[in-house]
T-cell receptor, first 115, second 112 residues
Framework: GNSVTQMEGPVTLSEEAFLTINCTYT??????LFWYVQYPGEGLQLLLK?????DKGSNKGFEATYRKETTSFHLEKGSVQVSDSAVYFC??????????????FGKGTLLTVNP | DTEVTQTPKHLVMGMTNKKSLKCEQH?????MYWYKQKAKKPPELMFV???????INESVPSRFSPECPNSSLLNLHLHALQPEDSALYLC???????????FGEGSRLTVL
């Protein structure tokens, strides 16, 4: 079956530090990959996505590249801010043709950025 | 309008009560979802409606009853819940099933 493994953290960084949150996946075929972010007291928001190998998703200074050879989709940001403190979820959905309604989530990584 | 609106934000109910959670979106999305999220865990899929028809039920106990009155509204009817059902209930929508979900802020449910 499909699965997503991400570093669970918690991760604590100082402002302006470099961020990497690792995510690897297991899936048949070529899944679509996502990073969702959940700020305290809120629902999840889509941060970025990639739908095929070598695609790079980017948003708000965050980037992740779909690596088929290493089955990875690591999240990076060059300089984090206090406002980036949140839980980050890596997720996938299989591209099995037609509609697919099931997202497989990783366990989430809590990021705390200190001033 | 890119919002998914959920009401109420907080709900406390006893095990014999009947209550409902409501969700609304006006993005024209044809797929709507209910997720349950426990503290420090990822969301767990409960139900999916596609074009107003129940498409997926992830073996959810019958004390949870979903309803999709129209393409913009989604309800979750609650009856005879257990304390372990206390959680954040998230509604989401998407343009068909493409993995790109728009989530509401959730309804935090406490069952006493």
């Amino acid at each position: 079956g499909n699965s997503v493994t991400q570093m669970e953290g918690p991760v604590t960084l100082s402002e302006e530090a470099f961020l990497t949150i690792n995510c690897t996946y297991t899936a048949t075929g070529y899944p679509s990959l996502f990073w969702y972010v959940q700020y305290p007291g809120e629902g999840l928001q889509l941060l970025l996505k990639a739908t095929k190998a070598d695609d790079k998703g980017s948003n708000k200074g965050f980037e992740a590249t779909y690596r088929k050879e290493t089955t990875s989709f690591h999240l990076e940001k060059g300089s984090v801010q206090v406002s980036d403190s949140a839980v980050y979820f890596c997720a996938l959905t299989p591209n099995s043709g037609g509609s697919n309604y099931k997202l497989t989530f990783g366990k989430g990584t809590l990021l705390t950025v200190n001033p | 309008d890119t919002e998914v609106t959920q009401t109420p934000k907080h709900l406390v109910m006893g095990m014999t009560n009947k209550k409902s959670l409501k969700c609304e979106q006006h993005m024209g999305h044809r797929a709507m979802y209910w997720y349950k999220q426990k503290a420090k865990k990822p969301p767990e899929l409960m139900f999916v409606y596609s074009y107003e028809k129940l498409s997926i039920n992830e073996s959810v106990p019958s004390r949870f009853s979903p309803e999709c009155p129209n393409s913009s509204l989604l309800n979750l009817h609650l009856h005879a819940l257990q304390p372990e059902d206390s959680a954040l209930y998230l509604c989401a929508s998407s343009p068909r099933g493409v993995g790109e979900l728009f989530f509401g802020e959730g309804s935090r449910l406490t069952v006493l």
